[in-house]
């Protein structure tokens, strides 16, 4: 400890390595996992119980599993683990629901458009946007034909059959793609000069809020109907689908509102000051930096409304849980909840992992602050 | 007769302006010519910001009238946006649009207000950070800059659409010193140009050097007004002279 450090004449200081052990992975090593004795002690149990944990899990979900099985008894002669024929079994009930076999290709291309219709408006960089855009816009009304059928010799299939993961990814992605441009209106309804529109949008946003989403399902299953001319038949899943978006749109524009509140009003007032419009300074100024603010609580309401899907099965539709319950029914697969439960979360999981991981990506690409 | 009315861009008629029941400014009246250069200083809370945001309509008048290029300020102005183009003006905080690129900050009311196509208004703005000596901070944000550079970027962007008037609402206040000069340099050439301006600042120096004639506000009325020279050196009112005293000695 006496070596002594050199000395430099004023103005001359070099820059120098940081001293040994406090940069890099034997750094990071020593300041977050051994940093005291304790804290070391602490590391090695943390990685003893994950070891037991992880054995444990990899022997149950994967070595010691069964993939295929005639029922539940004859599972568990063929291993201790999980019994994962419960699903495979009916892997295609989780993903089709009841959707005709001979159709099924028509959800497989409607699923993989998707992606291609989404990409342009998730990733602004996209190359060819301009036309990608076209087909996003268009994709909803390809969605319709190629999924519902009726047109071009395609044949008509009834929603009654839609189920499992197609059934959320409908009701999920529509409710999602329609309840943002509705939650920005209410948003901006409510903080409009204009009374009438004020009053509107709070008492759309109050209601929606106030009421458990299990009771505008059942509203929108049973009780739309008195409110319908007589002999109209509106399709339940449609019913469903406005209910869902009515519900996290008032969610989604309390959020912005929010956002919107948080800009410094000396923004508007130079945006008047440079003679821009209402709609111009909206457009420009207030939504760009409003949604910049509001993505995560945005993605956290769409995430919720992603899950709260499970719900209809209340109302008799076949989501993944209700494939799942229904398996559970069968007798010859009776007391296999913890396969199919984990299972049904996993198809969750993923979404909602994919949309986390989204509102992340987008939020560190929209800060400017320091670039 | 009429020419003599269009050299006067501001008129300002026995306004008076309330924020509730609490009287701001008092029986204000005011004329500036084209070109004329105008300080206006006065204690905290004089009400001298909310004379010069009554001018481009931040802020609504109740009585009198107040005319800008010859057009009243009135509730049912229907091109507003018009007028306020035609007045720029800068802010003690800049206000600038923290999600836009320098450039688009300068761009983004010539191409939508004044419907220019985005080169030609790119080419605008490229001219005017030129001017205001920041060309090469025209593709960072403004987070990314100092303050006195963000303050230029707001001059430069109230410029962008070649206003008649420029109103300053304390633009160096909210500086460090060291930035303040920068900020004061890019002004004084600006008056140079011959643009009408309306600054409310308590740098003195700034008044004495460029200021055609200086205007003394407190509790919302006008007390004093005169040429530089004659306001600093004799001034008449108690009030101005208490102001001065405390602020020329500190
Ligand atoms: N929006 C408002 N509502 C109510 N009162 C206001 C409002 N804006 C300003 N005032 C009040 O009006 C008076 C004049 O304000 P103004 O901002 O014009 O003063 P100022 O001369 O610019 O002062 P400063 O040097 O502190 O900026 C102050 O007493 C202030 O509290
Ligand atoms: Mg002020």
Sequence with gaps: MNVKTKEYLPGQH?????????????????????????NSILTILSVYLMYLLIDGAINWFILDAVYDANDKPSCRKLGDGACWAVITRRVDQFIYGFYPHAERWRVDITFLMLFLAAAPLLYPEIIFRKYLLWFSGLYPFLAFILIKGGFFELELIDTNLFGGAMLTLIIGVTSIACSLPLGIILALGRQSNLKLVKILSVCFIEF????????????????LNYFLPPGTNFNLLVRVIIMMTFFSAAYIAEVIRGGIQAIPKGQYEAADAIGLTYWQTTR??????????????????????????????????????????????????????????????????????????YSLWLEKKLSTDHK | MVKKKQEKVIKINEMHKWFGTFHVLKNINLEVSQGERIVICGPSGSGKSTLIRCINRLEAHQKGDIFVNGIELSGDLKNLEAIRSDVGMVFQSFNLFPHLTVLENCTLAPIWVRKMPKKDADTLAMEYLTRVKIPEQAEKFPGQLSGGQQQRVAIARALCMKPQIMLFDEPTSALDPEMIKEVLDTMIELANTGMTMLVVTHEMGFANKVADRVIFMDEGEIIEQNTPKLFFTKPKNKRTKLFLSQILNH
Excluded at chain 1, 18 to 29: A, D, E, K, S, V
Excluded at chain 1, 208 to 223: E, H, N, Q
Excluded at chain 1, 338 to 347: D, K, Q, S
């Design chain 1, 14 to 38: 070099p820059d120098l390595p940081p001293p040994p052990g406090t940069f890099g992975i034997i750094g990071w090593l020593k300041s977050n996992l051994f940093s005291s004795i304790s």
């Design chain 1, 208 to 223: 929606m809020r106030g009421v458990p989403l299990i009771t505008l399902l059942f509203v929108a299953s049973t009780m």
């Design chain 1, 284 to 357: 420009f100024i207030t939504l760009p930096q409003a949604l910049k603010i509001s993505i995560p609580g945005i993605v956290n309401t769409f995430i919720g409304l992603y899950k709260d899907t499970t719900l209809v099965v209340i109302i008799g539709l076949l989501d993944p849980l209700g494939i799942g319950r229904a398996a559970l029914a069968d007798t010859k697969w009776n007391g296999l909840s913890t396969e199919t439960y984990l299972f049904v979360a996993l198809i969750f999981f993923i979404s909602c992992f994919a949309m986390s991981r």
